[in-house]
Structures are given as C-alpha cells and as structure tokens.
T-cell receptor, first 115, second 113 residues
Framework: EAQVTQNPRYLITVTGKKLTVTCSQN?????MSWYRQDPGLGLRQIYYSMNVEVTDKGDVPEGYKVSRKEKRNFPLILESPSPNQTSLYFC??????????????FGDGTRLSIL | SQQGEEDPQALSIQEGENATMNCSYKTSINNLQWYRQNSGRGLVHLILIRSNEREKHSGRLRVTLDTSKKSSSLLITASRAADTASYFCATDAGGSTLGRLYFGRGTQLTVWP
C-alpha cells in the first residue's frame, strides 16, 4: 500500500531533550516536506527536499533540522525542543515533475507536546 | 507572504445543498491545489489546477481559477454529512520560491444531516 509513515504518532517530552520524528515513504517520490499545523494558522512549511542531499528552508525552519540521505526517508530533528514547538506535525511526499509541485501524500501526523 | 487565504473560515449547510469555498493568494502561481482534512488526520489531495486552466471537475467537485483576480473557488455539489471536514488551498509560485508550497488557514465545512 502506498503510504507515508510517521513515527511516533504522539510524544510528550521536556524542554531541551533532543528528539527525532521519522518519515518514510514507499512511492519513490523525489519531493518530501515537513509542515506544522497550529490552530488558526493553517499549515506552515518547515523544510522541504526536492531530492536526495537537497534540502531547503520553508516558512518556519528555526529550531528544526532535516536530512535527506536516502530517497525514502526524511527525518525531522529538534535538537533542543522548546514549548513553542508543541504542535501537530505532518510529513508529505510527492513526485517532482517539471519543476512544479505535485499532489502531496500526507502522513497521519505526529502530535508533539513539549513541557 | 504567498499564503492563500480561504473564505469563509467556517461554513454550515444542510445535506443536499451546495458548498462554495474561496481561496485568494498574492503572487503569480504555477498551480493551485485543494486538500481536505478530517479532524486530526492527514490532508488528502482533491484537485490540482494549473495556472493556464480555468476550471476542473472531479465527481461532485468543481474548481475554478481566476488568475487575474488571484482567486480560486471549490464547489461541492449535493453535499453529504461525510463531506464535513476542513478544506485547504495550497499554491506554489516557482521562481525564487521553487519547491515551496503555501497553505491557507482553511475553511471548516459542517454538513448537517
């Protein structure tokens, strides 16, 4: 089954404790992206990647890191989480065709609470 | 910011009625996409319309795009209770923002049986 898998789905942790949210897709997509969703603010793009070893900043990259060492994986790293990073996070992937964004396939989300 | 803005923020209708949601954006785009999100779940892609297209259909969905007004509309005909969800538009502009995808804040649609 074609899917984007995020782990963990839920996480409660404390300020400053490094964490990684994994994202994996099985559709051979070139493009992958991370978003955060906060009430009243919609989805905001954190980082995206158009291919292996290529990553770029989105709207809200501060406090986050990503890497794209393999085509299928795009982990999101919070080196020193803070309470303002409490949010619902989504990973998404798509083909990257003709230099244009294509329909995104979303994971089920990761709800992070930073105390 | 290129972020699209959906209007209205919330829409409440009866089953069988049509639902229309609008999206406005600020700069030229390559394409515009509409997504649906059931409460707390991941977004699901509905329709993609390119900047050189004016209208697209998919089942009960009709999307229009007016690039001169920088706006798009999503029409859901003969709404069902199962259409209750949040609907988002997303735009990409290419150029210096190649790869970036901008989502609006969404329209919360409630369809009453």
């Amino acid at each position: 089954e074609a899917q984007v898998t995020q782990n963990p789905r839920y996480l409660i942790t404390v300020t400053g404790k490094k964490l990684t949210v994994t994202c994996s897709q099985n559709m051979n997509h070139e493009y992958m992206s991370w978003y955060r969703q906060d009430p009243g603010l919609g989805l905001r793009q954190i980082y995206y990647s158009m291919n292996v070893e290529v990553t770029d900043k989105g709207d809200v990259p501060e406090g986050y890191k990503v890497s794209r060492k393999e085509k299928r994986n795009f982990p999101l790293i919070l080196e020193s989480p803070s309470p303002n990073q409490t949010s619902l996070y989504f990973c998404a992937s798509s083909f990257w065709t003709g230099g244009r964004n294509q329909p995104q396939h979303f994971g089920d989300g990761t709800r992070l609470s930073i105390l | 910011s290129q972020q699209g803005e959906e209007d209205p923020q919330a829409l409440s209708i009866q089953e069988g009625e049509n639902a229309t949601m609008n999206c406005s954006y600020k700069t030229s785009i390559n394409n515009l996409q509409w997504y649906r999100q059931n409460s707390g779940r991941g977004l699901v892609h509905l329709i993609l319309i390119r900047s050189n297209e004016r209208e697209k259909h998919s089942g009960r969905l009709r999307v229009t795009l007016d690039t001169s007004k920088k706006s798009s509309s999503l029409l859901i005909t003969a709404s069902r209770a199962a259409d209750t969800a949040s609907y988002f538009c997303a735009t990409d502009a290419g150029g210096s923002t190649l790869g970036r995808l901008y989502f609006g804040r969404g329209t919360q649609l409630t369809v009453w049986p």
